[in-house]
């Protein structure tokens, strides 16, 4: 298995709910990553997860919380979040932080927020 | 942070002929990774090209080629062949090889450049 696997595909939620982003893999990677991505734009990093261990998290709004319950598996909480969010949020994994073999992404899940 | 410059926001190509899609970078290191990442419309990211700059020799893979001048820091991309598949957006990477505190695992990428192939 050679994928980053992320659902859902498409989200939309309403202001005051909550959901959650999972993203999964089973390469064996020990790093995993979420990236915010609007239109035309390259990906901004929100959250680096290095052996299930928070090693970044670049100022990003407690509405979003990051959860990293295993090696496979990393989620994101979304919660009271705004129009501005609506975004592609992306999800990587690599082998690990250092690892020239870049990264492995999913195909994204569409936020938007009404 | 690093600085990854893309500064052609938009190439054009016909099929069957070749493009170049050039990529500047700034940094004090002397080793690093450098990538080419293709995205689609369909959104996922993909790898095309990696290049280690303790390596001097250009990457190659495929119809995808790279040309490396570490002095210049300069990573320039080559499309040959190209086809109506390679159209997309490509985003220039710039990864630290050892961790600098707040870099660990981080890609800084360059603005993109969107690729339209022309039958």
């Known amino acids: 298995d050679t994928e980053v696997t992320q659902t859902p595909k498409h989200l939309v939620m309403g202001m005051t709910n909550k959901k959650s982003l999972k993203c999964e893999q089973h390469?064996?990677?020990?790093?995993m990553y979420w990236y915010k991505q609007k239109a035309k734009k390259p990906p901004e990093l929100m959250f680096v997860?290095?052996?299930?261990?928070?090693?970044i998290n670049e100022s990003v709004p407690s509405r979003f919380s990051p959860e990293c319950p295993n090696s496979s598996l990393l989620n994101l909480h979304l919660h009271a979040l705004q129009p501005e969010d609506s975004a592609l949020y992306l999800c990587?994994?690599?082998?690990?932080?250092?690892?020239?073999?870049?990264?492995?992404f999913g195909s994204g899940t569409r936020l938007t927020v009404v | 942070a690093q600085t990854v410059t893309q500064s052609q926001p938009e190439m054009s190509v016909q099929e069957a002929e070749t493009v170049t899609l050039s990529c500047t970078y700034d940094?004090?290191?002397?080793?690093?990774?450098l990538f080419w990442y293709k995205q689609p419309p369909s959104r996922q990211m993909i790898l095309v090209i990696r290049?280690?700059?303790?390596?001097?020799q250009n990457a190659t893979e495929n119809r995808f080629s790279v040309n490396f001048q570490k002095a210049a820091k300069s990573f320039s991309l080559k499309i040959s062949d190209s086809q109506l598949g390679d159209a997309a957006m490509y985003f220039c990477?710039?990864?630290?090889?050892?961790?600098?505190?707040?870099?660990?695992?981080?890609?800084?990428f360059g603005r993109g450049t969107q690729l339209t192939v022309w039958p």
């Open positions: 990587a994994s690599s082998q690990d932080p250092l690892s020239f073999y870049g990264y492995t």
């Open positions: 390469m064996g990677h020990r790093a």
């Open positions: 997860y290095s052996y299930e261990k928070l090693s």
């Open positions: 940094t004090s290191e002397s080793d690093y990774y």
């Open positions: 290049q280690e700059a303790y390596k001097q």
């Open positions: 990477a710039y990864r630290y090889l050892t961790d600098r505190g707040s870099t660990l695992g981080r890609l800084y």
